[in-house]
């Protein structure tokens, strides 16, 4: 998660289809989240996560303010639903809610990338444990094991990141199709290899524009692309805003959310242009 800001939805908004990793929080009025077939009515407290992979849009009648934040799921223990909807996140939550309201990432305060992440991880373990309790499989004991063939993956990805990996690759490695990779990898992250390989290296790539100084040339390179030219397509698909603007102002990130809000998501995987990348950093819940 690299930017949350509250937005008002004017009354009688329909909202357009969009394709793009987001938690919301209804902080006035009443939403109707559209995705994956279904709507669901939100009401002042209530919140839902959206995963990348899943269309949505959002309408209101008499209009709503909203908190809103890029928070992604980046390797979970837990097959997830999308959408994910909390009931009275707010009631049960209050202090995470509360953090957000009073030290938005973009507002006065101005939290560095480590509140971020921390952010993050109190969205996700919270948006998590009620799930778990909503559905009755309960928050006690230890999470529930990956799918032992997609966790030598990711722990292969990790370990040796400066591979040239590709689905084939990653599927011979466990000895597995490319097509039953594909099913372990969506029954159990709810995405597919190529998805996860992306998002490994997007966030690489936003650890490296934040935390360090590296040209963007260089950042390409290190989180497997060929060419600063595929690196900055790449990742202005993925956020809607170039690597460098997203180095100078990573908060800036929320104002390219709105525009996106108002085209089509278009993306197209292009792992073919990838480059073996470095060592990165991955978290393996919500992020």
Known sequence: MTFAYQEQLAAGSAGEDVRHATWLLVDDGTVVLTAAGQSHLLRAG?????????????????????????????????PLANPLVVRDFVGRHGGVAELLRRCPLAGPCRPSALFASGYASLLGAAMTASWLEDTGRGTDGPAPALDPAVGQVMNALIADPGRAWSVETMAESVHLSRSALGERF?????????????????????????????????????????????????FTAAHGIGPQAWREDPSAARDADRREA???????????????????LVEHRAS
């Open 262 to 280: 108002h085209g089509s998501d278009d993306r197209t995987d292009r792992t073919e242009e990838q480059h073996p990348a470095d060592a990165v």
């Open 186 to 234: 969506r029954r159990s992250l709810g995405q597919s290899p190529s998805e996860a390989l992306r998002d490994v290296r997007m966030r690489a790539a936003r650890h490296l524009l934040t935390g360090s100084d590296r040209p963007v040339e260089q950042v390409a390179y290190a989180v497997g692309y060929g060419s600063g030219a595929a690196f900055s397509r790449a």
């Open 46 to 78: 209530d919140a839902a996560l959206i995963g990348a992979q899943v269309r949505h849009r959002l309408a209101t009648h008499d209009g709503a303010t909203l908190t809103r934040a890029d928070l992604r799921a980046v390797a979970v223990g837990y």
